[in-house]
Structure formats: structure tokens, C-alpha cells
């Protein structure tokens, strides 16, 4: 399984003081040194943390892909063909959300996604759409035409009893087998941290976690290096597979 790192939350520092410090490029550069297998950042339309610079200097600087979370906003659209990330995942975003709410309704904007997904595949970018576990919404990522979901894991990460914590684990599971009969590459995403990261590990289709928040709390503590280091430990040995139960 690959980690990507999403330093959002660097940028969210930074844009504290206005300033130029701390340096989401340089986040980059230590989590790339220490096992990240590619970069993530979301360019918010209220570019609340990155910035348009950010993404640029990001894709001209960093060794492995760079994975831009976006909107399907016009201005945002035109921002990320100019750029020319190597993958685009797409998000909803909402103004007062603290962070991603929910997966982007695929079933709902199929119509709309289509012409869409080709455009950014035709010019070689690779399309992620970020789907809550549901199978109509797999379907429909499908229809859509992208090759790749993430699936949203918050409702997982967020499960307070055991019992919750398990149905929304297989919800994932059914979700990630579905999408690979499909031929969709599996990624999972949101909330996850040190504690929650294991079970995910086990769910063989899914090739792809992608992590901020709480790896970049950690490096409040310990280093970013570290922090990543002990996210990639996590990830790259996978516990045994979990088959979906029947
Ligand atoms: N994947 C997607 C699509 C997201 O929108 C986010 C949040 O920006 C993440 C992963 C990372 O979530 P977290 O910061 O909770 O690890």
C-alpha cells in the first residue's frame, strides 16, 4: 500500500501569519525523503491554506506525483489544467466546512462529471473521485469515466463503539472489493491516524491511503520525518486480508 501525504495543514500554519513560513514545499521535500510515495494538497476555492503558488512550485520541485484535491468549480478547473497536476481528485467543498464533509455525489453529477473526467484524462491527468463507501456511487464513478475512487473512511475514523466502527469497516470492504471488480484502482482517505490506520491496511484493493491531519499533528512532536516514517511503517506492512464478511 502507497501513503500520500497531504500537507494542507502546513500551509495552514503558514497562512496564520501571512508570511512564507512554514514552507509547504519544504514539507514536501522531508516527506518525500521519508517514504511518502506522493504529495497531496486540496486548492480550496476560499484558498483558505494552499495557494496557487504553492501548487505550482509543488509540481515544478517535488520527485513523486502530485495529487491536487479540488472542486469542479470553473475557476478551479481552469487553475488545475494550467498546472497540470499528475492526478486530480475530486472533492465537494462547502465554505463553512472545517475539513471534506462527506463524498462528492457522483450519482447526482454524472452527467456533468463526464465531460469533465475525459478533459483532464485526454491532457494526461489521472482523475480520483472521493466517494463515500456506496456502491451506487462506485457505479457511478465508473460511469463517470474516472479509474480511480478514493473512498471517504471519516464515518470509519469517526465510529465511537465497536459495533459502528465494524459496520462502517465493511462498508468500506464491500465498497473497495466493488470498485475493483469494476477495474477502478482504490484509494481511502479522511481521518485516519495512527490508531485507526490497521484494519484499512488489511483491505487488499485498496492500493492507496492518503493522509494529513494527523500526521502533521504529530510533527508538532516528534518531526515530520518521523511522523511519516512511522505512517509509512503502518502502511507498507499490511495486516492479512479481511474478505468482506457475507
Ligand atoms: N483525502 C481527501 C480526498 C481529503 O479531502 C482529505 C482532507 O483534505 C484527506 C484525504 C486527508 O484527510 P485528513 O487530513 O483527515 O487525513
Do not use: W
Not at 53 to 59: E, G, I, Q, T
Not at 203 to 229: D, T
Amino acid at each position: 500500500m502507497r501513503l500520500g501525504v497531504n500537507i494542507d495543514h502546513v500551509a495552514t500554519l503558514r497562512q496564520q501569519r501571512k508570511g512564507t513560513f512554514p514552507d509547504p514545499l519544504e514539507a514536501a521535500l522531508v516527506c518525500e525523503r521519508a517514504g511518502a510515495s506522493s504529495i497531496v494538497c486540496h486548492l480550496r476555492e476560499d484558498r483558505r491554506h494552499i495557494q496557487d503558488d504553492d501548487v505550482r512550485r509543488l509540481k515544478r520541485a517535488i520527485h513523486v506525483p502530485l495529487n491536487l484535491e479540488m472542486s469542479v468549480a470553473e475557476e478551479i478547473v481552469r487553475a488545475a489544467l494550467s498546472i497540470r497536476p499528475s492526478q486530480v481528485t475530486l472533492v465537494p467543498e462547502r465554505r463553512q466546512e472545517l475539513t471534506t464533509e462527506g463524498g462528492l455525489d457522483v450519482v447526482r453529477l454524472t452527467r456533468r462529471l463526464r465531460p469533465l473526467v475525459a478533459k483532464f484524462q485526454d491532457e494526461g491527468i489521472s482523475v480520483s473521485l472521493f466517494v463515500d463507501p456506496d456502491g451506487a456511487q462506485v457505479d457511478a464513478s465508473r460511469s463517470a469515466g474516472a479509474r480511480i475512487v478514493e473512498l471517504h473512511t471519516g464515518r470509519y475514523a469517526q465510529a465511537r463503539t465497536t459495533a459502528s466502527r465494524e459496520r462502517e469497516l465493511n462498508a468500506l470492504i464491500r465498497a473497495a472489493e466493488h470498485a475493483a471488480s469494476l477495474g477502478l484502482a482504490v484509494a481511502a482517505g479522511h481521518g485516519l491516524d495512527y490508531d485507526n490506520i490497521e484494519p484499512i491496511t488489511a483491505i487488499a484493493p485498496i492500493e492507496e491511503v492518503n493522509i494529513g491531519f494527523s500526521i502533521i499533528s504529530r510533527a508538532v512532536f516528534v518531526g515530520l520525518e518521523q511522523a511519516v516514517k512511522e505512517m509509512v511503517a503502518h502502511v507498507v506492512t499490511p495486516r492479512p486480508y479481511a474478505a468482506a464478511p457475507a
